[in-house]
């Protein structure tokens, strides 16, 4: 498959892959390819497929990441995880950060686990809960969220919100529907950071990252 990696584009993100980066990435997606065909991880098949759209698309995201994120050892959620995505693609590529990934469907939080521990993954912890439990348990410990395909950009912000840290930042994966999201979100409470396009090599899909932090409010 590493062929079909170069040949999808994977080089021209610039993220500057070693051959183990390529192997875990491959086995995750072969897991996953294993799992989807009984308990329904997802609803893309085929593997070329899954890479453009699930793994590609996914680590589109670590330049821009990267620039914001400078703290040595970030905190990262990853809200509505599933299959994975982007969480088990960016812990892959950022050892340094911890990921944790919340997901409120066992069978897709039992996949995680397994990916865990078969790609040895030790900056991943995988949470069986409902976001609003964990905002609960874990109030303002993150430095980022993150989520794919989750919920609506509002709905996102507002459960994201108490995970973050004073200076946290939202990232938000959007396609077509950003801007009509965007009208919805409060600016009185949100600043919008920036807002990037995402290139899928070889592929013809619009999408955007939109980066979010929550306006400090002043005490009255």
Known sequence: MS??????GIESL???LGAANIADLELFLQEMGRWNQVHNLTAIEGEKNSIRLHLIDSITVLPIMRQ???QENPKIADLGSGGGLPAIPIAILQSGWHV???EAIRKKTAFLRHVRGKLGLKNIEVLSERVEMVAKSQPGQFDAVISRAFTNLAHFL???HPLLKPNGLVFAMKAKRADEELQEVCM???RLVADEPLQIPNLAVERRLLVLSPVRKSPL
């Open 68 to 70: 914001f994120l400078d």
């Open 188 to 190: 009185d409470d949100w």
């Open 3 to 8: 062929n079909d990696l170069v040949s999808l």
């Open 100 to 102: 944790t990934l919340i």
């Open 14 to 16: 610039g993220l500057n």
């Open 158 to 160: 507002e459960l994201a």
